[in-house]
């Protein structure tokens, strides 16, 4: 078997991944139609691809603040203050002064 050089290679499958963008056809219908192993294909395809650049297979995380824990105040005439915490604390104090 005759040993090819990778820039035909790539040559090679970027002729036919550009030929199955604009043929309109699943890659398993013109991989069929042109006699290529599917899983070559994808592999191809997937390296080919401008928009994909390599990955580790992680997903990048971003942490959230942790919100500090609200409180609830029920009062004796049935009124629920909810969301109470330290941001809104002298609102909530001056409020409760009002109701008394």
Known sequence: MAEVDQATLNRHW???VRAWRA???TQIAY???HSLAYHRF???SRKLSPRQAPTS???RVQQR???SQDLTVLLPNGIE???VNDANL???SRLLQQLS
Do not use: M, N
């Open 81 to 83: 203050l909810r969301g």
């Open 31 to 33: 991989c069929k139609l």
């Open 90 to 92: 002298s609102v909530v």
């Open 23 to 25: 043929s309109g056809l």
């Open 42 to 44: 994808g592999y191809w």
């Open 57 to 59: 297979g992680f997903t």
């Open 65 to 67: 603040p942790v919100a």
């Open 14 to 16: 970027r002729e036919h």
